[in-house]
Nanobody, 126 residues
Protein backbone atom coordinates (compact mmCIF):
# COMPACT_ATOMS: atom_id res chain seq x y z
CA UNK A 1 0.00 0.00 0.00
CA UNK A 2 1.14 3.57 -0.63
CA UNK A 3 0.70 6.12 2.12
CA UNK A 4 0.35 9.88 1.77
CA UNK A 5 0.65 12.06 4.85
CA UNK A 6 -0.65 15.61 5.06
CA UNK A 7 -1.74 18.28 7.50
CA UNK A 8 1.54 19.62 8.80
CA UNK A 9 2.52 23.26 8.93
CA UNK A 10 3.82 26.06 11.12
CA UNK A 11 1.82 26.63 14.30
CA UNK A 12 2.10 28.37 17.65
CA UNK A 13 2.62 26.62 20.96
CA UNK A 14 -0.73 25.56 22.36
CA UNK A 15 -2.30 25.10 18.93
CA UNK A 16 -3.83 21.90 17.62
CA UNK A 17 -3.57 20.24 14.23
CA UNK A 18 -4.89 17.09 12.62
CA UNK A 19 -2.54 15.03 10.53
CA UNK A 20 -3.96 12.67 7.95
CA UNK A 21 -2.51 9.68 6.16
CA UNK A 22 -4.39 8.33 3.17
CA UNK A 23 -3.74 4.82 1.91
CA UNK A 24 -3.90 3.96 -1.76
CA UNK A 25 -6.28 1.01 -1.55
CA UNK A 26 -8.62 -1.06 0.59
CA UNK A 27 -5.85 -3.33 1.86
CA UNK A 28 -5.48 -0.56 4.43
CA UNK A 29 -7.73 -2.58 6.72
CA UNK A 30 -5.03 -5.28 6.87
CA UNK A 31 -2.49 -2.86 8.32
CA UNK A 32 -1.70 -1.96 11.87
CA UNK A 33 -0.93 1.74 11.57
CA UNK A 34 1.44 4.00 13.41
CA UNK A 35 2.75 7.53 13.58
CA UNK A 36 6.40 8.16 14.25
CA UNK A 37 8.34 11.41 14.20
CA UNK A 38 11.86 12.64 13.69
CA UNK A 39 13.00 15.91 15.17
CA UNK A 40 15.98 17.79 13.70
CA UNK A 41 19.21 16.05 14.66
CA UNK A 42 17.44 13.22 16.47
CA UNK A 43 16.49 9.65 15.72
CA UNK A 44 13.00 8.69 14.65
CA UNK A 45 10.75 7.95 17.60
CA UNK A 46 7.42 6.27 18.17
CA UNK A 47 4.36 8.46 18.69
CA UNK A 48 1.23 6.31 18.43
CA UNK A 49 -0.13 3.07 17.03
CA UNK A 50 -3.61 1.75 16.29
CA UNK A 51 -4.77 -1.79 15.63
CA UNK A 52 -6.39 -2.92 12.39
CA UNK A 53 -9.96 -2.39 13.50
CA UNK A 54 -9.12 0.57 15.71
CA UNK A 55 -9.99 -1.14 18.96
CA UNK A 56 -6.54 -0.80 20.52
CA UNK A 57 -4.18 2.16 20.69
CA UNK A 58 -0.78 2.89 22.17
CA UNK A 59 1.03 6.18 22.80
CA UNK A 60 4.45 7.28 23.83
CA UNK A 61 4.62 8.83 27.28
CA UNK A 62 5.62 12.18 25.80
CA UNK A 63 2.36 12.58 23.87
CA UNK A 64 -0.13 10.61 25.95
CA UNK A 65 -3.08 12.80 26.82
CA UNK A 66 -2.33 15.33 24.08
CA UNK A 67 -2.35 13.24 20.90
CA UNK A 68 -5.11 10.97 19.61
CA UNK A 69 -4.74 8.38 16.87
CA UNK A 70 -7.81 7.18 14.97
CA UNK A 71 -8.63 5.50 11.72
CA UNK A 72 -11.44 5.41 9.17
CA UNK A 73 -11.25 2.07 7.40
CA UNK A 74 -14.09 2.96 5.06
CA UNK A 75 -11.99 5.84 3.71
CA UNK A 76 -8.56 4.20 4.07
CA UNK A 77 -7.25 6.96 6.32
CA UNK A 78 -5.48 7.20 9.65
CA UNK A 79 -5.40 10.41 11.65
CA UNK A 80 -3.32 11.93 14.38
CA UNK A 81 -4.96 14.75 16.29
CA UNK A 82 -2.29 16.70 18.10
CA UNK A 83 -3.35 19.14 20.79
CA UNK A 84 -1.53 21.63 23.01
CA UNK A 85 1.53 21.55 20.79
CA UNK A 86 4.91 22.39 22.26
CA UNK A 87 8.13 23.45 20.53
CA UNK A 88 9.59 20.01 21.36
CA UNK A 89 6.90 18.50 19.12
CA UNK A 90 8.59 20.07 16.10
CA UNK A 91 9.39 17.17 13.78
CA UNK A 92 8.63 15.42 10.55
CA UNK A 93 5.71 13.12 11.27
CA UNK A 94 5.56 9.84 9.39
CA UNK A 95 2.69 7.43 9.06
CA UNK A 96 3.60 3.77 8.72
CA UNK A 97 1.86 0.44 8.31
CA UNK A 98 2.51 -3.16 9.27
CA UNK A 99 0.81 -5.67 6.99
CA UNK A 100 -1.21 -8.63 8.23
CA UNK A 101 -0.37 -8.44 11.90
CA UNK A 102 -2.81 -9.90 14.40
CA UNK A 103 -5.93 -7.83 14.92
CA UNK A 104 -4.93 -6.34 18.25
CA UNK A 105 -1.19 -5.99 17.67
CA UNK A 106 0.46 -2.62 18.14
CA UNK A 107 4.02 -1.68 17.26
CA UNK A 108 6.49 0.87 18.59
CA UNK A 109 9.68 -0.02 16.74
CA UNK A 110 10.33 1.58 13.36
CA UNK A 111 11.69 -1.73 12.06
CA UNK A 112 8.29 -3.35 12.63
CA UNK A 113 6.65 -1.31 9.88
CA UNK A 114 6.91 -2.26 6.22
CA UNK A 115 5.12 0.66 4.52
CA UNK A 116 5.91 4.34 5.04
CA UNK A 117 4.48 7.66 3.99
CA UNK A 118 6.69 10.54 2.95
CA UNK A 119 6.30 12.57 6.15
CA UNK A 120 4.72 15.89 6.96
CA UNK A 121 6.55 18.65 8.84
CA UNK A 122 5.08 20.23 11.95
CA UNK A 123 6.92 23.30 13.23
CA UNK A 124 5.87 24.68 16.59
CA UNK A 125 7.05 28.12 17.63
CA UNK A 126 6.86 29.53 21.14
Amino acid sequence: VQLQASGGGSVQAGDSVRLSCAASDHTFIDYTMGWLRQAPGKEREFVASISRRGGSTDYSDSVKGRFTISRDNANNTVYLFVANLKPVDTAVYYCAGKYRSAYFNLFRASRSYDSWGQGTLVTVSS
